[in-house]
Each structure stands twice: as structure tokens, then as C-alpha cells.
């Protein structure tokens, strides 16, 4: 689908290191860069919670590709505890591409911030998972980059946080820390060999997104990782592929930061939260909607 034709001019991502590592590698947008960047010539670190699901992945990985893989379990909601047993796991490897992928939203609808049933320790899930493992990840990996001068960081953000998006406060504002972030390494390091970028999509048909159908706007994972890392080594700073990108304009021009801040925009949004409530609550009946109306909930995620 998009840019696919354009391959020709895609970076060989293999100069960068024999090893990549992604997070959240298990399913959706994650397992999608996994097998992309193995069939492109990678070996694969799978970083996720289920260790089940990890040796599946990595033994289709090894299956279909014909690369080595390792995996390491962790749960990234848990906090700084995690990063020396990563780093023992890491030790001596030759990494060349980190994708800080995993990332976890604070509700599974739309809400005020106080209406989560367990804020206090929902809120700090989200930063660890979001904000945490980005900063922690790259602390660990970037090292071996700068000193062979040489190396790819690809750190998901989210259409969520090109305006602030009431309902979605605590998600909207974790994906902008990891924008700046990313746009600031990449001024302090690229000058050092050390790509890094920052993709934002719009909606990916994944578990996160209740797997909507694919369609002209909603992409497919595998899709969406083709694409993305066929801006490798043109942008730094992305929404992945043409669909997202126009996308992300119209969004801009229609649905700007002060009219979704507004209270028309808010009010706008509540009522789309609960239509979409009801929505859920009816498809859960067998029988009650088709799967086209039960792809609209997939504005919560974006
Ligand atoms: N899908 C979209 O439309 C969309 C749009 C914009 C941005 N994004 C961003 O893209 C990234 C991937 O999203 P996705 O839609 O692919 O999500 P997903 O389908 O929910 O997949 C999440 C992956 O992360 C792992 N994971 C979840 N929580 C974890 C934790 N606490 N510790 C370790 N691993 C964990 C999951 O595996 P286990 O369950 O085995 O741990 C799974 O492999 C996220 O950062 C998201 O914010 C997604």
C-alpha cells in the first residue's frame, strides 16, 4: 500500500549493526518493524511482556526470515527496576537499531482525567511504559552508537500529540515528550552518525485500536512498518506513510489545538466518547451492530 512502489530508494538498514531491538515486539505495530527488519537482513531482540508470546514470535521470526533472534521479558509499566537485567541482556551485542515501540494508553475510552477507576497507579503505568522506557532504552543503546558512529533510534509517537487532545490528556502528553525528545537527539547526535527518528501515525489497525478493518485510512501493521522505515534516512520526524501524512494535515486545518481545547471542541468530543460507549456496549450484543460501525471506536486510540 503507501509508499510501497516508492522501495527503490529505501536505506539499507542493514549498515547500521547486526542487531535490532524493538519493544512491545509481540504484536501490532512492534511485531510489524520486527519482521520487516529481519526480512531486511536484521537480527531481532524482542522486548515484551509475555514470554509465551515472545518465543512464538521468535521462532516465526527465525522460520520465515532465516535470522537469529533473542527475547527479553519485561514489563515496562514496573519502572527503573527492570533496566539492569535489560542490560545484562544487551551486554555485547552489536546493536545498530533501537524502535522504542511499546506504549500503552490511559483508558480504553476516551476520559477526563480524573474518571479513570485507578488513576495513581494508571498514571505511573503510562509514564513508565511511554515516557520511561524511551529515555532508559536510549540511555543503554545510544552509547555503543556514538562510539561507532553509526546507529538508528526509532521512537513511536502518535498523531495524539500533534494538538492537545482533551479526553486523551495523559496519552496526548506522553507522545509529545517523546516528539521533543526525539527531535532534540537528533540535533545533539546526528552530527555523530546516529540517526533518530520520531514517527507519529494516525490510526494502525492493532489490539490497541480493537483491529478495525484496513482501509484507505486505517492501516495495516504490516503496511505501516513497510512504509515507515522506507523514510529511513529522508525524515527525521514522520507520520510513516502518505495516507498518515495527508491525514495529518487535514487534522491540523479542520481540527486545530484551540478549537479542540474549546468548550465546542470538548463538548464535541464528549458526545463522540459516549456514541462510541454505546457502540461498544451494543457490539458486545451478538448481532446488534455490523463490523463497519464498530470501527468508528477507533478514534479513542489514535
Ligand atoms: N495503533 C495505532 O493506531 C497507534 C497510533 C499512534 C501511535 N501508536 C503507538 O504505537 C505503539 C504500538 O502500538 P500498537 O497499537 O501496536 O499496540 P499493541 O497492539 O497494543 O501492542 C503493544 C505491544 O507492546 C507490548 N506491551 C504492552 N504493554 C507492555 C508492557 N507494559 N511491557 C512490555 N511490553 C508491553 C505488547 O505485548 P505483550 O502484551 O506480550 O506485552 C505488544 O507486543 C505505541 O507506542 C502506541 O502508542 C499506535
Not at 13 to 23: C, D, F, I, K, S
Not at 51 to 56: A, D, G, I, R, V
Not at 75 to 96: Q, R, S, W
Not at 112 to 122: A, G, I, M, S, Y
Request: with cysteine; glycine share 6%; proline share 4%.
Amino acid at each position: 500500500m503507501c509508499l510501497s512502489r516508492q522501495e527503490y530508494w529505501k536505506t539499507d538498514l542493514r549498515r547500521y549493526g547486526q542487531w535490532a531491538v524493538v519493544t512491545g515486539a509481540t504484536s501490532g505495530i512492534g511485531r510489524a518493524y520486527a519482521d520487516e527488519l529481519a526480512k531486511r537482513g536484521l537480527d531481532i531482540i524482542l522486548v515484551s511482556r509475555s514470554e509465551e508470546k515472545l518465543k512464538t514470535v521468535a521462532l516465526e521470526i527465525e522460520m520465515l526470515y532465516g535470522r537469529q533472534t533473542r527475547v527479553i521479558q519485561t514489563d515496562f509499566t514496573e519502572g527503573p527496576v527492570i533496566y539492569p537485567a535489560i542490560t545484562e541482556k544487551l551486554h555485547n551485542l552489536d546493536i545498530g537499531i533501537l524502535v522504542n515501540n511499546v506504549g500503552m494508553n490511559y483508558a480504553e475510552t476516551l476520559m477526563n482525567f480524573l474518571d479513570n477507576p485507578n488513576p495513581e497507579q494508571r498514571i505511573t503505568e503510562v509514564i513508565n511504559c511511554n515516557i520511561l522506557s524511551v529515555t532508559q532504552m536510549t540511555r543503554l543503546i545510544l552509547p555503543q552508537m556514538v562510539e561507532r558512529g553509526k546507529g538508528l533510534i526509532i521512537n513511536m509517537s502518535s498523531e495524539a500529540a500533534s494538538q492537545p487532545q482533551p479526553m486523551l490528556s495523559l496519552y496526548s502528553a506522553t507522545k509529545i515528550f517523546v516528539t521533543h525528545f526525539s527531535r532534540c537527539l537528533t540535533s545533539e547526535y546526528g552530527p555523530l552518525g546516529v540517526t533518530v527518528q520520531c514517527v507519529a501515525p494516525f490510526i494502525v489497525s492493532t489490539n490497541m485500536t480493537n483491529n478495525p478493518g484496513p482501509n484507505g485510512i486505517i492501516m495495516r501493521a504490516s503496511d505501516f512498518a513497510r512504509a515507515a522505515l522506507n523514510t529511513v534516512g529522508h525524515s527525521d520526524f514522520t507520520s510513516g506513510c502518505f495516507s498518515h501524512a495527508l491525514q495529518h494535515v487535514a487534522l491540523t486545518i479542520f481540527f486545530p489545538g484551540w478549537f479542540r481545547l474549546s468548550s465546542f471542541g470538548v463538548r464535541l468530543t464528549e458526545k463522540f466518547a459516549s456514541t462510541q460507549q454505546k457502540r461498544e456496549i451494543m457490539a458486545m450484543q451478538p448481532g446488534a451492530l455490523n463490523e463497519t460501525d464498530t470501527s468508528n471506536s477507533t478514534m479513542q486510540n489514535k
